[in-house]
């Protein structure tokens, strides 16, 4: 394989960074209507839940921190998934601020249901999501999911200082934030494979235009 076209195994991007531009801007429109779909459905999973949020509590003061902390979290999914439309906008960067957001709401979050088991389990779907379907770079990601488990991990051991409780909880995050790398580690990787196959087949079939024509070109001499 030309070095152009290794792929680094902790990073799961090209070394090259020429090759890596190019896999970008060749990915980028389906991951923006990807990110665009996610954002709007994740802005209207955190409204939705306002709805269990009142069955617990009723209307109380918890109600209200909770739903502005939910509504405030999809008006800016709504925000970002409009904004990766904009020229000249870092688009990782935006990405990021969205995951980064997820990670404070979710501790606000964690802390009013008092650390629930049930809020703990979905930490770490939520992180996996944080790397699968946010379809950021991977160490973005990992920086977005670790932060999300330091901010949770403190506000489950600030409500329930518990040294076991505490241990199993970071054990959660870790696996949830292993399993998620892993897994877009091996699609990032998958992904610029399929792009070394396209730009060989494109590269060849320019060559053999370019011998074609060059055959032409002396036949007409």
């Not at 990992?142 to 949770?152: E, L, R, T």
């Not at 610029?192 to 087949?201: H, P, Q």
Request: proline letters at 3%; charged letters at 15%.
């Amino acid at each position: 394989m030309p070095h152009i076209h290794k792929i680094s195994p902790l990073l799961a991007e090209f070394y090259d960074q020429e090759t890596e531009k190019r896999f970008n801007e060749n990915f980028v429109p389906a991951r923006l209507r990807l990110f665009r779909v996610v954002a709007i459905l994740a802005a209207a999973a955190y409204l939705a839940s306002i709805w269990t949020d009142y069955v617990a509590f009723g209307p109380s003061p918890e109600l209200k921190w909770l739903a502005t902390t939910r509504v405030s979290l999809a008006i800016l999914f709504v925000i970002a998934a409009l904004s990766v439309n904009l020229k000249n906008i870092r688009v990782n960067v935006v990405i990021l601020v969205a995951q980064i957001s997820v990670g404070i709401a979710e501790g606000i979050i964690q802390t009013i249901h008092d650390g629930a088991t049930g809020e703990q389990i979905s930490s770490f779907v939520i992180i996996f999501s944080l790397y699968i379907m946010a379809h950021n770079r991977l160490v973005l990601s990992m920086i977005a999911g670790c932060f999300f488990g330091a901010v949770n991990i403190v506000s489950v051991h600030w409500l329930q200082p518990s040294v076991d409780l505490t241990f199993n909880f970071v054990l959660l995050i870790a696996m949830a934030n292993l399993f998620g790398a892993l897994v877009w580690r091996q699609a990032n990787i998958f992904r610029r494979r399929e792009f070394i196959s396209y730009e060989e087949v494109f590269n060849s079939r320019a060559n053999l235009v370019a011998e074609v024509k060059l055959r032409q070109s002396i036949e007409d001499e």
